[in-house]
């Protein structure tokens, strides 16, 4: 029986609830019809009213009595756990988590590879804890509902719009394994905790990390994990002067013989019935993915450009909402039997002009 067949709330909790993740999945979850925030958890925050902390809940005048608490304090059982603790902080806990919940829906990066190599480069905090139940990678379009895994992980931000530009090509077979990625990202993917100033960032467009990002491993473990196929990805990530929103650009080479129509072609067989991604048909132009059609919203925009045997294909998302808080709300949908697109509203629009 689904949650919406029944009269009984989904009662969740949020770990890291002061950050910005946590923060707009506090906000998701205020208009959602089935689910409870009965737990939100803050170190620096602890003791402090929920509503009275957050402008949306003041907006709202709730007046709600859910109080910050500290991480250890998690207590009693939970259908569900939204984990958007910054990376490295969830391991440490994991054990105390997994004992109070069925399921733990993760969206920091801690748990998305396995590799101990890249687990010791990029997760060391992961290898030092053993996890209780097993994990499972989980991208809301494309990936199958693992019951029997304790946590759910999402996919990052930049990874997720990446792997939207390259699933449709990769899963056809139509380009060549050499890809190249630039991911351009606002400014709260870095977190509250970020050192980089206003100044820095302000009126500025710069490299932010050219090799060597965490989400490089994490998208060519995507697509051989989905695809069993591979990928010879170089992905580098620049920094723009937005408080959020990602756009990601891949450039391919098509194998021989493959034309513009097949690629169309992979990109609406891969996203016609997926009500967050919306693919432009068309050329590019003022009618393709931008940041700005996207922001406040869980959908992501797609499009693939060929010219000869080279193909460009581009992806914008709201980076706090597909890319964290809105994504992990529909992945918890989906494993709870009700519509992904519940509280979501799937047909909501960006600002344009």
Excluded at 312 to 337: E, H, M, R, T
Aim: aromatic share 8%.
């Amino acid at each position: 029986m689904s949650a919406a067949e029944t009269s009984k709330p989904i009662r969740v909790a949020i770990l890291g609830g002061s950050g910005f993740t946590g923060s707009e999945l506090y906000r998701l979850l205020g208009r959602h019809p089935y689910i409870e925030v009965a737990f939100i958890s803050s170190e620096s925050k602890a003791g402090v009213p929920v509503d009275r902390y957050f402008v949306h809940a003041l907006r709202k005048k709730s007046g709600g009595s859910l109080k910050f608490s500290k991480l250890a304090e998690l207590d009693g059982h939970y259908d569900a756990v939204f984990s958007c603790l910054p990376t490295g902080s969830l391991p440490p806990y994991i054990a105390h988590v997994a004992a109070h919940t069925d399921r733990i829906f993760n969206v920091s990066g801690d748990y998305r590879v396995n590799d101990p190599d890249l687990l010791r480069q990029h997760y060391p905090e992961t290898l030092k804890h053993d996890i209780p139940g097993g994990s499972h990678y989980f991208i809301p379009e494309f990936s199958a509902i693992n019951r029997d895994a304790k946590i759910v992980n999402l996919p990052g931000c930049m990874a997720v719009a990446s792997i939207y530009t390259l699933y449709p090509l990769v899963a056809r077979d139509l380009i060549e394994p050499r890809v190249v990625t630039n991911a351009n990202t606002g400014s709260s993917g870095a977190g509250k905790a970020s050192a980089e100033t206003h100044a820095e960032r302000a009126h500025n467009y710069r490299p932010h990390k050219v090799h060597g990002h965490r989400h490089k491993p994490e998208i060519e473990h995507a697509l051989k994990v989905h695809e069993n196929r591979t990928v010879d990805l170089q992905f580098s990530t620049f920094s723009l002067d937005l408080p959020r929103g990602i756009l990601v650009a891949s450039y391919s080479r098509l194998k021989e013989g493959v034309t513009e129509l097949d690629v169309k072609k992979a990109f609406h067989g891969a996203y016609a019935a997926k009500p967050f991604v919306h693919y432009f048909h068309g050329k590019s132009g003022p009618q393709g993915p931008m940041i700005k059609t996207v922001l406040g919203t869980n959908n992501a925009e797609v499009a693939a450009y060929v010219e000869g045997d080279n193909c460009v294909s581009i992806a914008s998302i709201d980076n706090l909402i597909k890319g964290a808080a809105g994504q992990a709300l529909q992945a918890a949908n989906l494993y709870f039997g009700l519509p992904e697109e519940t509280g979501l509203a799937p047909a909501a629009e960006g600002a344009w002009p």
